[in-house]
């Protein structure tokens, strides 16, 4: 079994910065970190959830979703079973909770959530204008 913990989010103003970590537990992920795909999905009020960016096992690939590319930055530290998401330049549309989510099945990156076998409880960033 795999827990991801999510921490970092908070309330900013547009145009601050915030950096989201992801840190996952459990038996199989601590010996076998570099077996995780991740990701970051975000959902806003009223919305569905929808993705952010993705990493692939070994944090060689990543891939943004067009509304952040340029702006925010994924990343892995397998060796602290630990994900980031570095958000800059903040606008009041990032608004969401921010979830991570982890894969053993893909190889690579996907942006579907359907794809992610284990998930977070969220943390909330909220960006004021």
């Known amino acids: 079994q795999v827990q991801l913990v999510e921490s970092g989010g908070g309330l900013v103003q547009a145009g601050s910065s915030l950096r989201v970590s992801c840190a996952a537990s459990g038996r199989t992920f601590s010996s076998y970190a570099s077996s995780y795909a991740m990701g970051w999905f975000r959902q806003a009020p009223g919305k569905e959830r929808e993705f952010v960016a993705a990493?692939?096992?070994?944090?060689?690939?990543?891939y943004y979703a067009d509304s952040v590319k340029g702006r925010f930055t994924i990343s892995r530290d397998n060796a602290k079973n630990t994900a980031y998401l570095q958000m800059n330049s903040l606008k009041p549309e990032d608004t969401a909770v921010y979830y991570c989510a982890a894969s053993v099945s893909l190889t690579g990156y996907s942006t579907y959530s359907s794809d992610y076998n284990y998930w977070g409880q969220g943390t909330q960033v909220t960006v004021s204008s």
């Open positions: 990493v692939s096992r070994s944090g060689g690939s990543t």
